[in-house]
């Protein structure tokens, strides 16, 4: 794998984190909340040209693990269910 190939790489990893983040605000933050984190922390060892775009990514993921959090703690269930 080449050096340019290891940054395209990461380029995707920081805008998928972004994406992951953003959409964790809306449903499956448990899941999509930690997901956009490791990418964005990936993209951002590997050196990323997109460097603010992995840390909104980061941003974004934390806030889905505190919107969780919040959720849960408020009306000890979260804002999603699965059937019932």
Partial sequence: MTKRQTIEDADQMAVASFILGLLG???FNLVLGPCALV??????TRR???????????????ADLALLAVSVLSSHHTIWQLGA
């Avoid at 990418?39 to 951002?44: E, V």
């Avoid at 990323?48 to 934390?62: F, K, M, S, V």
Wanted: net charge positive; hydrophobic share 60%; glycine share 16%.
């Fill in 25 to 27: 605000l809306l449903v």
């Fill in 39 to 44: 990418l964005g922390t990936l993209a951002l």
């Fill in 48 to 62: 990323t040209a997109r460097r603010g775009r992995a840390l909104l990514g980061l941003a974004l993921g934390t």
